[in-house]
Each structure stands twice: as C-alpha cells, then as structure tokens.
Nanobody, 125 residues
Framework: QVQLVESGGRLVQAGDSLRLSCSAS????????MGWFRQAPGKDRDFTAA????????VYADSVKGRFTISRDIAGRKVYLQMNSLRPEDTGIYYC??????????????????WGQGTQVTVSS
C-alpha cells in the first residue's frame, strides 16, 4: 500500500502564490508518475500537472502552463506544486496521486492507483 498526504492549501487572493506538498510513504518503489488533480465544487476531478518520477519530465494542463511548476524530491519521496499568479478558477481541492503504470502520460486520472485526502485551495477575487 501507498499513503499520500498533501499539505499547503489555504485561502489566498488572486495573483498570490502557493506551494503544495505531497509526501508518499509505503510501497513507493514502483512510482512511474506523480500527479496533481483539482476538483472544483460540483465538478469532476481534473488533471493539473504530473511528473515522471525517473527523469522529472513534467506535463501540465493548458490552464496552468506558465503559472504552475511541478517538482519532486526523490530521496524524500515528495512532490511539490508551485502555483503562481493564482486565479479564482484555480479554487478547489487538490489531490496528489501515484501512477505505477509504465508508459502512461500522467494526465489520465484512471491510471492512478493511490490518492491522498486532498488539500483545499481557495482563491478570492
């Protein structure tokens, strides 16, 4: 089993920056991708960003390109999401997830086997 714990979410104003963290523990040897997904109220869980664990290759949703940066700490089993120039539409619960499947793109939530409990990000206008 894998346990994922997110932190860093809070209430901020539009234009502010925020850094989310996710710590992984348990059976983490077969991580292929680590991803972040956002779920707005009443909406589905949407892909935000992912990083290929072995080489750090990132992939982003179009809505966050140029504003968000995903990174990882291999030794610490952590993944981060640096969010700049936040907008009200970035509001939602942000979930960290682990994808163990070799060769996947990282953007499909169905490829992820393990999920954290989420951290709330609220961006006021």
């Amino acid at each position: 089993q894998v346990q994922l714990v997110e932190s860093g979410g809070r209430l901020v104003q539009a234009g502010d920056s925020l850094r989310l963290s996710c710590s992984a523990s348990g059976r983490t040897l077969n991580i292929y991708n680590m991803g972040w997904f956002r779920q707005a109220p009443g909406k589905d869980r949407d892909f935000t960003a992912a990083i290929r664990w072995r080489d750090g290759t990132p992939v982003y949703a179009d809505s966050v390109k140029g504003r968000f940066t995903i990174s990882r700490d291999i030794a610490g089993r952590k993944v981060y999401l640096q969010m700049n120039s936040l907008r009200p539409e970035d509001t939602g619960i942000y979930y960290c997830a682990m994808d163990p499947t070799w060769g996947t793109t990282g953007s499909d939530p169905d490829d992820y086997d393990y999920w954290g409990q989420g951290t709330q990000v609220t961006v006021s206008s």
